[in-house]
């Protein structure tokens, strides 16, 4: 293992996942360095032969190969961590045998816990954990249990009453204060719960988190421009206003 920077390589079929965990992964972990990402398992499997990391990210469904077979393959090279959509999967099946894992949408406490847990084995030889992963295969690795449920409606108190607003109205959160701004067509209401918990509980395919004080829901986005001072800005259907896209995810929108 390196004595230097700890570095890392990510395998997940979708980009967007891919540039989620890495954001992710610099707030919880900003020494981590990134080395390579892998679209698929045997990508994977080619691109940690290149880069040697310490650490591999692997998602479980992947074409090619899935993460536990590309895991067979570099186990004894690396620390293997894995990211699933599926929670009882993930706990029935990895739980039992100690492995490391992240739910996606992957944030929180699980990702500090993985983390606090990484920084303490890196340096040291990766555990043998071939026996796990050949039970794993045993079992087949396709999870009969559901995708992870997203938030779909949002709570607002709106003098006396309680309002019920579905994410599909949403176009977009921001944070304001101790509050943050739930913005739709018909107006905006304040709700108690911080963005941070709200980017964990809604689905990353339908809101993106394009600053620390932004979530915009992605089919509500009219335009993406750029000022005279080469910020980029979105523009928001059904609303006037232009929101501030931060450097840190300027990837978000990459043709510009």
């Not at 004595?3 to 395998?11: E, Q, R, V, W």
């Not at 339908?206 to 005279?228: C, G, K, M, P, Q």
């Amino acid at each position: 293992m390196s004595s230097h920077a700890p570095t890392a390589l990510i395998a997940d079929d979708e980009e967007p996942m891919r540039d989620m965990l890495k954001k992710r992964l610099h707030d919880c972990w900003p020494e981590l360095h990134i080395v390579a990402e892998a679209a698929n398992g045997i990508e994977a499997i080619a691109l940690a032969g290149q880069h040697r990391p310490d650490i591999v990210f692997l998602d479980i469904r992947m074409p090619g190969l899935s993460g536990i077979e590309a895991a067979r393959m570099l186990f004894n090279r690396c620390h293997i961590v894995f990211v699933t959509a599926y929670d009882q999967y993930a706990i029935e099946a990895f739980e039992q045998g100690a492995l490391d894992y992240l739910l996606k949408p992957v944030g929180g406490e699980r990702l500090k816990t993985t983390c606090a847990r990484l920084k303490e084995r890196v340096g040291r030889a990766p555990d043998d954990i071939a026996q796990q992963l050949g039970r794993l295969l045993a079992q087949g690795t396709q999870p009969a249990a559901a995708p992870r449920a997203y938030l779909h409606w949002i709570q607002a108190q709106v003098g006396n009453s309680l309002r019920m607003i579905s994410t599909r109205e949403i176009l977009f959160f921001r944070a304001d204060e101790k509050y943050t701004r739930v913005q739709t067509a018909q107006g905006e209401v304040l709700i108690r719960k911080t963005l941070k918990e709200l980017a964990d509980e809604l689905d990353p395919d339908e809101f993106w988190r394009i600053h620390r004080s932004t979530l915009v829901r992605v089919d509500a986005i009219a335009e993406v421009t750029r000022d005279l001072r080469g910020r980029q800005l979105v523009r928001v259907k059904q609303s006037g206003e232009e929101l501030e896209v931060s450097r840190g995810n300027t990837h978000l929108f990459q043709q510009m």
